[in-house]
């Protein structure tokens, strides 16, 4: 008996995919669970990016909360996943019955024929946007793999500081001014302003926090050059919330700080756009990984060994 693995489909609809994927997200967020925040300490999941076991890269965008929520809801207690041929070529194999996790690949491509149309008329070609499904399953679903040993990250204590996240803050070269009644970055003076520490419940609150805002400075038009520009509580204002908040998950899971959700007040807005548009979420999400990749490559490179 073949694994229950559903094979790529270039042909498939991408709407079904984003309507498939989004319709999930929102079951959750009605259910008052928020997918970027999960129950890491009472799961026994590894805090962390999910990744391939085969390349190593980690995985971005919406496929993170994909397998997120996979590794919760199934027990898994790897964050590592392979595709079923990986699984074969590193001289194991996916147990028999096993029902694998459906992620997204999105891309573009030029045809032909509209290459040969654009040499035609001397204009530059127009790619076509693609989003096709393929299946993944976790490392704890395989047998045979050679050991990989990866341990675990360790999620921080309310008392703990974590020299990683302290010097990417430091490295960004961010303004960060502390003392502030409320947290919140001013575009105008390109200024994030943080209550003082002793003010947050814990040090993860803390970090959270101050990688919120961090994403909200990547919006800045010398930087990647989001919209800050929309009144509070606007649709636009909201999206931007999200971007932030995902932006502070994916880098909290990066330091194996468990994330937090600092705007649960924006939930009904959060639910009324991911209903109203089924892309949403994944533009979100591809923000959200953008703006955490821009923040990591601050990181101070890792000095060899004295």
Request: negative net charge.
């Amino acid at each position: 008996m073949r694994p229950n693995v559903e094979q790529s489909a270039g042909c498939e609809s991408r709407t079904s995919l984003y309507e498939d994927v989004t319709g999930r997200i929102v079951q959750e967020l009605e259910a008052g669970t928020v997918p970027w925040v999960q129950p890491w300490e009472s799961s026994g999941t590894a805090l962390g990016l999910p990744r391939s076991a085969a390349t190593r890269k980690t995985y971005s965008g919406i496929n993170i909360l994909i397998l997120w929520n996979a590794v919760i809801k199934r027990g898994f207690a790897s964050q590592e996943w392979l595709t079923f041929r990986q699984a074969l070529s590193l001289g194991g194999h996916v147990r028999k019955g096993e029902r694998g996790t459906v992620i997204c690949y999105a891309d573009s491509f030029i045809p032909k024929s509209e290459r040969e149309r654009a040499n035609e008329q001397g204009d530059d070609p127009s790619a076509v946007p693609f989003l096709k499904r393929f299946t993944v399953f976790n490392v704890e679903q395989c047998e045979g793999l050679p050991p990989h040993v990866v341990p675990p990250p360790r999620a921080l204590s309310e008392i703990e500081l974590s020299p990683d996240a302290e010097a990417l803050i430091a490295s960004t070269g961010a303004k960060i001014v502390t003392g502030s009644g409320e947290a919140f970055y001013h575009r105008g003076d390109d200024v994030i302003r943080l209550p003082p520490r002793e003010s947050f419940v814990s040090t993860a609150d803390f970090y959270c926090t101050a990688f919120h805002e961090l994403g909200h400075w990547t919006a800045h038009p010398a930087r990647l050059a989001r919209d800050l520009k929309s009144r509070f509580g606007s649709e636009a204002y909201a999206r931007e919330e999200l971007i932030a908040e995902l932006t502070s998950a994916f880098l909290c899971a990066q330091f194996g700080i468990v994330p937090q959700v600092r705007h649960s007040d924006y939930l009904a807005n959060w639910l009324q756009i991911l209903k109203s548009d089924p892309r949403a979420i994944f533009h979100a999400a591809s923000q959200a990984s953008k703006a955490s990749d821009f923040l990591l490559a601050f990181r101070p490179p890792e000095q060899p060994p004295a």
